[in-house]
C-alpha cells in the first residue's frame, strides 16, 4: 500500500494520498488548502484517484475537494449528514472499496454531527475527532461534548489497538500514532464518566 502524509494549509491540517500500489487506485483524504503538493504527488506516482473523503464539513478539511476532483474526476465520500452534496453518502457500518483496499465508515459525532472516521488496511483516519495526544473541540457549530464522549468510549476505543492512527491535524508530539498508544497515552480518553468528561470538556 501507498500512504503520502502532507501537512498543508495554514492551520496544520494533514491531508493523506493512499493508493493500493504505485500506478494503482486511490483516495484522497480531507483535502485541504495549499493542495499542490497532494496533485503532484497523485501526477508523479500515477495513482487514479476513485474517492476523496472527507472526515467532515469543517472547510479546512474539503477546501481542496474541487481541485482534485478536477485533476482526477474522483467522487467525494462524506457523511449522509455532510452539507457537502457527496456523490457517495455513507453512514455508521458501510464500506467501500478502492482497489483492493476496503474502507469501513464509523460514524463518530461530537466535534460534528457528520464526523466519521475512515478504517482501512491497519490504519483509521481520525479527522478533528482524535489527535496525537488530544481529541477535537466541541465548542464549534455541530459540537457535542456529551456525544464526542460517545463516540471516544464506545466507538473509537472499540477499535483494535494496532491501528495505526491518522489524525486531521500536526497537533500532536508526533505525525501518527496508534489507538493502543493513545489508550495508554491519550489525557482525553483516561476513563471517566459522562459527566466527568463533561466537565473536563468545560474547563
Known sequence: MLLDQFRVGPYLNFTYLVADREGGHGVVIDPSYGIDPVLEAI????????????????????AGNQEVRARTQAKVVAHRLAPLNPDLPVDDGDRFKVGSMNFEVVHTPGHTKDSVLYVFEGHVATGDTLFVGECGRTDLPGGDPGE????????????????????????????????????????????????????????
Open 148 to 203: 464526542l464522549y460517545d463516540s471516544l468510549q464506545h466507538r473509537l476505543l472499540a477499535l483494535d489497538d494496532a491501528l495505526v492512527v491518522l489524525p486531521g491535524h500536526d497537533y500532536g508530539t508526533t505525525p501518527t500514532s496508534t489507538i493502543g498508544r493513545e489508550r495508554q497515552e491519550n489525557y482525553t480518553l483516561q476513563p471517566r464518566t459522562k459527566e466527568q468528561f463533561l466537565a473536563f470538556m468545560r474547563e
Open 43 to 62: 501526477d508523479v506516482r500515477g495513482v487514479r484517484v476513485e474517492y476523496v473523503a472527507n472526515t467532515h464539513s469543517h472547510q479546512d478539511h474539503w
